[in-house]
C-alpha cells in the first residue's frame, strides 16, 4: 500500500464540515511556533486535522528531517489542541484528501511553502476557495534551531525571564523592551489556554530563589509568584510533580509525561475513579476529568548551562516554557524551578505537598549526586519505566545535525542561512567533547 492509499484508507467523511480545519507540516522537532500555527488553526473551528508528512517526502522536497515520522508524531498527538493527526499528508496539500477527512478549510502561516519544483504547496485548495492564512510566530523555526546548534551561539539565552517580560531586559530601546514583555507575555497567556485555545487552561507560576538554591541543593524555600490562574486541580485529583530542562522538546519529554498520565490512571483504575457511579457523580458538577494533574518545572537557562555546559540549552526558558504549556499532558509551569527539588519546595508549593515526583530511569544532566534524594525519603518518589523514545533528547537530537552536517548545511543555504564553516563544525565537536570528560569526571568523584 502507498503512502498516498494509506492516508485514505479509512472510510471518508460523510460530509465537509466548516467547523473541522486542517493544517499540515513536517513538524520537524516541535517548537512553539509549531504549536502557535495550531493554536490559531484550532481557534478558527472545533476540530483540528494535522496532516504530517512522510521522511522521503520531506527529502525530496526540502531536505532531510531531524526527526523521524514516528517522532514527529508523537509531538503532533501531544499538542492540546490537536484533534486527530493523519500521517503521511502529501507534502502538496491535496483536495481529495481534505476533502476525504470532512475538513473543509486548509489553515497555513503567511509564509510561501513550495516543493521540489518551486510551485505553492497550496495552488490547490487556493484555487478552491479552501485556504485560510494566519500569522506566522515570529523568531523561531527550524532553521533558527539547526543554527544555533552548528554555530553554537549563546545569544539566545535570557538571564530573568520575569525581568523580561517586564520589560527590563532584552535588546533595543526601553519602549522596544517593553513592547517585546508584552508580546511574549500574550504568547504565554495564549499558550495557557485549554483545548479550545479559546478558555483559561493552565497555571503558570515562577518560583523565585538564589543562583545555588536553583543549581544546587539547598533547603533555601524561595518564593513563588503568581503569573497566570488556570482552573487548578479538580475534586479528586492527585497533584504530580515532574522537572527537566525540556529543551528542544521532543518524543522523550513527551513520551515520559505520557507514562506519567497512564501510570496515574492505572492508580486510579484501582482506586475505583472509574466506576460508573464516580463518573455521573463527575459529569453531575459539569465535564468529566481524568484523575490526575501535572506540575511540570522548568529550569532557567543558567541552570542548564551550569550542569550542561556548551551552548545547552538550544531553546530558552521561554521557547522551553511554551513547547511544555501547549503539551495536552501538562496542566500547570513553574518557571525557574530548582534542579533539585527539595522538601521546603515540594511541601511549599501553591498546591500543597505533591502526591508523586516522578522521573525517567535516565537523564541527559550530568550527576554527581542525587537531585531526588527529598522526594524518595518524602516516600513520593515514581520512576517511569523505559519507553521507546527514551534515549531522545537534546544530545541525541545535536548528534544527529553534526552527523549529517553537509546536508542540513545544504537546507540551511536554501532558506538564506549563513553557511557553517568546518571552524564552527569542529569548535563544537571539540566543547562537546570537553564536556563529556568533565561529566564523567564529574561522576566518577561523586
Not at 306 to 335: D, T
Request: hydrophobic letters at 35%; charged letters at 30%.
Amino acid at each position: 500500500m502507498s503512502s498516498e492509499q494509506e492516508v485514505l484508507s479509512g472510510p471518508p467523511a460523510p460530509k465537509l464540515l466548516d467547523d473541522r480545519i486542517w493544517v499540515d507540516g513536517c513538524w520537524d522537532f516541535f517548537h512553539h511556533g509549531h504549536a502557535g500555527a495550531m493554536l490559531q488553526a484550532r481557534q478558527l473551528g472545533t476540530e483540528l486535522y494535522v496532516g504530517v508528512h512522510s521522511d522521503e517526502e520531506i527529502l525530496e522536497n526540502k531536505g532531510p528531517t531531524v526527526m523521524n515520522l514516528r517522532e514527529r508524531l508523537a509531538a503532533v498527538d501531544a499538542c492540546r489542541w490537536v484533534t486527530r493527526s493523519v500521517a503521511y499528508a502529501p507534502y502538496v496539500t491535496q483536495l481529495e484528501c481534505i476533502s476525504h477527512f470532512g475538513c473543509k478549510y486548509v489553515v497555513h502561516g503567511d509564509d510561501i511553502t513550495s516543493d521540489s519544483s518551486g510551485e505553492d504547496c497550496y495552488r490547490f485548495v487556493k484555487a478552491a476557495g479552501r485556504f485560510k492564512v494566519v500569522k506566522r510566530t515570529p523568531s523561531i523555526s527550524t532553521t533558527d534551531l539547526v543554527g544555533r546548534m552548528l554555530l553554537c551561539t549563546r545569544t539566545h539565552f535570557i538571564k530573568s525571564l520575569q525581568k523580561m517580560l517586564a520589560g527590563e531586559e532584552g535588546s533595543g530601546t526601553e519602549a522596544e523592551k517593553k513592547a517585546e514583555g508584552e508580546a511574549m507575555m500574550k504568547r504565554i497567556r495564549q499558550y495557557a489556554t485549554d483545548e479550545t485555545g479559546k478558555r483559561p487552561g493552565a497555571d503558570v507560576y515562577f518560583w523565585s530563589a538564589s543562583k545555588a538554591a536553583k543549581t544546587e541543593e539547598t533547603e533555601e524555600r524561595g518564593s513563588f509568584r503568581t503569573l497566570l490562574k488556570g482552573p487548578g486541580p479538580k475534586i479528586g485529583q492527585r497533584v504530580v510533580y515532574v522537572d527537566g530542562g525540556f529543551d528542544l522538546f521532543s518524543s522523550g519529554h513527551i513520551e515520559f509525561l505520557r507514562q506519567v498520565i497512564l501510570t496515574e490512571d492505572d492508580l486510579a483504575k484501582k482506586d475505583g475513579w472509574y466506576n460508573q457511579q464516580d463518573i455521573n457523580e463527575r459529569q453531575g458538577k459539569g465535564d468529566d476529568y481524568g484523575p490526575v494533574f501535572v506540575v511540570a518545572g522548568v529550569h532557567d537557562d543558567e541552570v542548564i548551562n551550569y550542569w550542561k555546559g556548551v551552548n545547552y540549552p538550544i531553546m530558552n526558558i521561554y521557547e522551553r516554557g511554551l513547547c511544555v504549556l501547549q503539551c495536552r499532558y501538562v496542566n500547570a509551569v513553574i518557571f525557574g524551578a530548582p534542579f533539585s527539588p527539595t522538601k521546603s519546595y515540594l511541601t511549599g508549593s501553591p498546591w500543597g505537598t505533591y502526591d508523586a515526583v516522578y522521573h525517567g530511569p535516565t537523564a541527559f544532566m550530568p550527576l554527581s549526586y542525587d537531585p531526588y534524594m527529598a522526594p524518595k525519603e518524602m516516600g513520593i518518589f515514581q520512576e517511569v519505566s523505559r519507553h521507546e523514545f527514551q534515549d531522545v533528547n537534546a544530545g541525541t537530537i545535536v548528534q544527529r545535525i553534526m552527523k549529517s552536517r553537509d546536508l542540513y548545511e545544504e537546507r540551511q543555504r536554501k532558506k538564506g542561512m549563513k553557511a557553517i564553516g568546518e571552524a564552527e563544525h569542529r569548535k563544537r565537536e571539540i566543547l562537546e567533547e570537553e564536556q563529556r570528560l568533565k561529566e564523567e569526571k564529574m561522576v566518577s568523584a561523586s
